[in-house]
């Protein structure tokens, strides 16, 4: 095994918050108030994330991380399109509920909905920590 | 260094590329929501192009108003005379109203922030609101400002604890009910928040020693007030109290404690009280009436932006009251017969419900009521057995239902009845005449009225009948009340002295009976008829009860009293009659009236539980209880899972036309503008056009804004509510339109008009304008709307309320009319007929037998056919029959297990074939995926589903609902195509197609927003592919390979 750099960590931490992303996604699409899983965007998620950790798992070894930046590269693409599959379920409730006094009251509602804001954010962090990660070496030359 | 490089071109490439697939991925989502983006952003998605060389009027409708100054001033002046004239006065003790120019205190938070509208669904613009206490002022009448201070500094207190993202809630106004458009097994009680008068010391300021009574005691005004909501509803009894609050409430509608010390606070200001009732919802109000140191009682619904200017009208002398009540005030309302199955009742096996497709929750499928009352909600229960206890039939005077527990009494049970009202000067009505023409259906009644006393005023006609109660309807299970509303009028403003005579002709059909197991019709019994009028139901019923010779008789206030045999007129029918209105004639044939409703009564199930409808003739036998622990059977769970028409794949009923290309000879829907005729054959013609992916979108997609190339067919606004264009300002909706581009088009409104912000849902809710017992004037408030409707360029309003108040729990009555279905129906016709006029379709809701709001979507109401027709569904008869109206919306529950839209029986059989009704059929909002299901919804003759999301994707609830799989089902497609006519029939003969003619075309147009999204795509595009190229160049610079 070779040494890891910054860069490991970072993916490392991606990784998780994809696999996080995941999670959020598939509660927050079976949790009573929404029951609308789309295998679409969890398949995208699971992609991103099997991308991401075969990458490293290959970097750690093979010593080059010109296959994991390449993988990391595209994994955040595949999270924003699951992002927007999962934004474009959610819209019209969350209209309803924090646009209207349509729910007013409904605490399951209003979790429900703050649970899938929640998710947007890990997504678009997992998004973030991805593309970051892209910049910085994985391992020690 | 080198390699930091590469990796920051393919970073910047990740960066890029991430951004623009999210741009392209919104896109679909995006463009669902175009519409709703663009209403809110106050632009339009699509402009007319219109050849300009057409000599064509392109206008049908024109608006009565010059400029947006008249529109609002005429907003204001209907404001106002709405509540003048709907304002109900309750007590008068000792003339103590009215009260010109007098100083007066206000009382109770209700005084400075009371309900103007529902507080959600009809509500009134906050901005535009007349206080009380400006429209006092307004009218002569001085407002004490020191407690004015104290009620302002203790409504400004922000709940900390409520709130978040809706915006601040209050700690001292009056409570709100809690929403949900979601289903539960859960209820959540009423907080009153009446803050209690010792606490205005430490909130609001309060000091004793200078609180301004002295100077403003001429009366002590003070307001009790009740929320009204859509999607919520009030419990009865302690069940509907919020635990821990509203202390000394036995009710949320009754009074608690802290409401009963601000009224002993203004006893203390004033020898005078008047009490302001602010609901939509009758309270409880018994130990108000009974309270001597009350001197009056003035109920003021929720009266809209300008109706506190009516109140103050009348409290100031300006106008003399009019208006009667359109429900009854129980003394008790949890102890009437329907408020025993009310609510949130579960079926005993909703797991057993839940499918594979879904839980019980899902398919909006867990919950029902059994409608045990029959036809006896409101007066109709009221009255009908105090008539009984009179005549000594039934056990009226039993112990069941008994506010006092031991033996039923009228006094004891009502504090006001049904279409009570009183006035400033005193009226003398005499029934001149009563014309039955049992050939040409109908009842015509002449009624002088003389002005007896010293007030000008008008006054109101309520003519009423009482149905014959026979052996034949104990046999087959009909029931009659002993007295019901068929019509009614009002005069002019009548000088002291004068008189005028009023003239009633009603459709007798309104009288007949339904008899769903002997005649399975309509029919009308042997025997004597009587007619009368009365200030209410009870006055009615006394004039009756006194021509048959009864005494012993009680008035409306608990008193001993006759009623007036001269005011009875009788008719006599020597024989059953079970065929006079055993058809209807509404179309080219007669068409047969039989039963359509079966299968909504508990007892053709064979269930677990079977009900026992109350019944006259056994008044304490029949009483109903809860009627819970039901078990949906294996039969009844095929209904609730909402899978009941199967797709047929190789139909042998032949096909469907669709998507014939007419070349040069194609019609567009601008062809048959005005085309009243609905067997015209061009309408075929222009149907073939249509193809059949068009005529399932119109029914799916819900687009009012989308052009359908292939006929032409216009965008048509739709917006809620009863109360006009609910949240919708003049200059904000559609700015490509002609009357907002072109100077010279009607309604033309420049940018800068200074009432473009002006919101038009202004009047009082429904039961207001129901009191006022005035057609004329709700017609001219439909009148108002259909002018709105030319300068905002909507076409369709879900504006006539017309479902029935079964009990005052039912929060969302704010929205419906009355407790009676001839007051919803003759105004529900009376304010279609004014927006017809102007060509808005003004669309009654929520079709049919939607009574509450608890768990509406999807909740089982179990129903017998005659307390249907007789209640809800004769509500909504007039106007489809007798208006004519081109436009409904469909209720969320089921009727009996049936999916509402998807019931043959009611939706296609009674709405579509006994009334004749041509126009589109709107779902409401489609809440739960599982549920509104679109297969159903087009065999029951929807023409569109309030949809905005893609339910057709493989996973999505309608993955059947694909051209590949339906286009072999004639049955199905049939009903698409017809439901189509059925849609551009109404708006073609709508204003929808003001500035149309067959030169018009339809132009999508690419909004500011979609061009930004179009410009950051390719800019997110070209950065992609530049990242990625100088990616690929930093490789090969060192001959590397990309990896």
């Known amino acids: 095994m070779k040494k890891m750099s910054i860069g490991i960590y970072v993916a490392g931490f991606a990784l998780i918050l994809q696999i996080a992303a995941l999670i959020v996604y598939c509660v927050n699409s079976t949790n009573g108030y929404y029951n609308d899983l789309r295998v679409t965007v969890a398949a995208l998620t699971v992609v991103a994330i099997v991308l991401t950790a075969a990458g490293a798992g290959m970097t750690l070894k093979q010593g080059n991380d010109s296959m994991l930046i390449t993988l990391l590269a595209v994994a955040p693409i595949l999270l924003a399109v699951a992002l927007a599959i999962f934004i474009g379920a959610r819209v019209e409730t969350i209209a309803w509920v924090l646009g209207s006094n349509l729910e007013a009251g409904n605490a399951t509602a209003m979790a429900a909905v703050q649970q899938a804001i929640a998710g947007f954010v890990v997504y678009a962090v997992a998004m973030a920590a991805t593309i970051v990660c892209v910049f910085f070496k994985q391992v020690k030359e | ?1043």
């Open chain 2, 1 to 1043: 260094m080198k390699q930091a490089g590469k990796r920051s071109w393919l970073g910047l490439t990740s960066i890029f590329a991430t951004l623009l697939a999210f741009l392209v991925a919104m896109g679909p989502v995006a463009e669902t929501w175009r519409g709703t983006i663009n209403a809110n952003l106050g632009i339009s998605g699509s402009r007319v192009v219109q050849d300009l060389s057409s000599e064509n009027d392109l206008y049908t409708y024109k608006s009565i108003w010059a400029n947006t100054n008249e529109l609002v001033a005429h907003h204001k002046d209907i404001g106002e005379r709405m509540s003048a004239e709907g304002s109900v006065l309750l007590k008068n003790d000792g003339n103590a109203l009215p009260m010109a120019g007098a100083n007066v205190t206000l009382f109770g938070m209700g005084a400075y922030y009371p309900f103007y509208g529902g507080s959600m669904g009809s509500s009134a613009p906050e901005g535009q609101n007349v206080s009380l206490a400006e429209a006092l002022t307004q009218k002569g009448i001085s407002v004490n400002p020191k407690m004015q201070a104290v009620y302002e500094a203790m409504g400004s207190i922000e709940d900390e604890a409520g709130g978040g993202f809706s915006g601040p809630t209050y700690l001292y106004r009056p409570g709100k009910l809690s929403n949900s458009f979601g289903v539960s097994n859960e209820v959540s009680g009423y907080e009153i928040r009446e803050p209690s008068p010792s606490i205005y010391t430490e909130v609001g300021g309060y000091n004793a020693n200078d609180n301004g009574f002295s100077q403003y005691s001429d009366a002590a005004i003070v307001v009790f007030s009740r929320p009204s909501s859509e999607a919520a509803d009030y419990y009865p009894g302690a069940l509907g109290i919020k635990e821990g609050t509203s202390a000394g409430a036995t009710d949320p509608l009754g009074l608690d404690d802290a409401e009963r010390e601000v009224l002993a606070l203004a006893k203390q200001a004033s020898d005078k009280i008047v009490v302001l009732i602010n609901s939509n919802s009758t309270m409880e109000i018994e130990e108000l009436k009974q309270d001597s140191e009350v001197d009056a009682i003035l109920w003021i619904g929720t009266p809209g932006n300008y109706g506190m200017l009516g109140v103050a009208d009348i409290l100031s002398g300006a106008v003399s009251p009019s208006g009667h009540l359109p429900d009854t005030y129980a003394v008790v309302n949890a102890n009437s017969p329907a408020a025993q199955n009310f609510g949130m009742i579960p079926y005993a096996n909703q797991d057993e419900i839940s499918d594979s497709k879904g839980t019980y929750a899902d398919l909006r499928a867990g919950w029902y009521y059994v409608t045990a009352e029959s036809i006896y909600t409101g007066y109709r229960y009221y009255e009908t057995r105090y008539a009984d206890t009179v005549l000594g039939n039934g056990n009226a005077s039993s112990a069941v239902g008994a506010s006092n527990g031991s033996a039923w009494a009228y006094q004891n049970e009502v504090s006001y009845p049904f279409g009570y009202g009183l006035s400033y000067t005193t009226f003398e009505q005499t029934l001149k005449s009563v014309d039955v023409d049992l050939g040409n259906r109908t009842v015509t009644a002449v009624v002088n009225v003389k002005n007896t006393g010293s007030v000008a005023g008008k006054d109101v006609v309520q003519l009423y009948v009482s149905l014959p109660y026979t052996q034949y309807d104990i046999d087959n299970g009909v029931e009659k009340a002993a007295i019901q509303l068929l019509d009614f009028g009002k005069t002019s403003e009548l000088a002291p002295g004068a008189d005028e005579d009023v003239k009633i002709s009603v459709d007798m059909k309104y009288m007949a009976s339904y008899d769903s197991k002997g005649a399975k019709t309509y029919i009308l019994d042997a025997g004597d008829y009587y007619f009368t009028v009365g200030n209410g139901a009870h006055a009615a019923v006394n004039n009756v009860l006194t021509a048959l010779g009864r005494t012993g008789l009680v008035d409306e206030l608990g008193g001993s009293t006759s009623g007036n045999s001269a005011n009875v007129k009788t008719w006599n029918l020597a024989a059953l009659d079970t065929t006079t209105f055993a058809f209807s004639y509404d179309g080219d044939v007669p068409y047969a009236i039989t039963n359509q409703m079966d299968d909504t009564d508990l007892n053709y199930w064979n269930a677990n539980k079977t009900v026992t409808y109350l019944s006259r003739n056994d008044w304490a036998g029949t009483f109903p209880t809860k009627i819970d622990g039901l078990i949906a059977n294996s039969e009844m769970l095929v209904r609730l899972r909402n899978d009941v028409y199967e797709i047929r794949h190789s139909d042998v009923e032949g096909t469907v036309t669709f998507g014939v290309d007419h070349g040069a000879e194609s019609l567009k829907l601008a062809d048959l503008k005005d085309v009243s005729d609905f067997d015209d054959e061009r309408w075929d013609y222009l149907l073939d056009q249509l193809t059949l992916q068009d005529a399932m979108d119109l029914l799916s997609r819900y687009d009012t804004e989308t052009e359908i190339p292939s006929i032409e067919r216009p965008l048509f606004p739709q917006a809620d509510g009863p109360n006009g264009f609910n949240g919708w300002a003049i200059g904000g909706t559609n700015s490509n339109l002609a009357n907002r581009t072109d100077s010279s088009a009607p309604c033309y409104m420049s940018e800068s008009d200074p009432n473009a912000g002006y919101s038009l849902n202004t009047i009082a809710n429904e039961p207001v304008m129901a009191a006022t017992f005035n057609k004329e004037l709700v017609d001219e408030w439909g009148q108002v709307v259909g002018n709105d409707s030319l300068w905002v360029r909507g076409a369709i309003v879900w504006g006539n309320g017309l479902n029935t108040h079964r009990l005052p729990y039912n929060s969302r009555n704010h929205e419906y009319f009355s407790e009676d279905a001839m007051l919803c129906n003759r105004m529900g016709v009376a304010y279609a007929e004014g927006a017809k006029k102007f060509g808005l379709i003004m669309a009654p809701k929520h079709f049919a037998l939607n009574t509450q709001e608890t768990n509406r979507v999807g909740i089982s109401e179990f129903i017998n056919e005659q307390t249907a027709r007789e209640g809800d569904l004769r509500a909504f008869q007039g106007a489809f029959e007798d208006a004519d109206v081109l436009g409904a919306m469909t209720a969320f529950n089921r009727i009996g297990c049936t999916y509402m839209n998807g019931h043959v029986g009611v939706m296609q059989n009674i709405l579509r074939g006994e009334w004749g009704f041509k126009g589109l059929i709107s779902t409401d909002m489609v809440n739960g995926d599982l549920y509104f299901q679109v297969r159903e919804s087009a065999i029951g003759g929807v023409t569109m589903m309030a949809n905005s999301s893609d339910k057709m994707q493989p996973d999505g609830a309608w993955y059947y609902f694909t051209v590949d799989n339906i286009k072999n089902d004639a049955v199905l497609t049939g009903h698409l195509r017809e439901n189509a006519k059925y849609l551009f029939y109404a708006v073609a003969n709508s204003n929808a197609m003001n500035g149309f003619d067959s030169s018009t075309r339809m132009e999508r147009v690419t909004t500011w927003w979609e061009g930004l999204m179009i410009g950051a795509e390719v800019v997110f595009g070209l950065l992609t592919v530049a990242s990625l190229a100088m990616y690929v160049l930093s490789y090969r610079k060192k001959g590397e390979k990309v990896g």
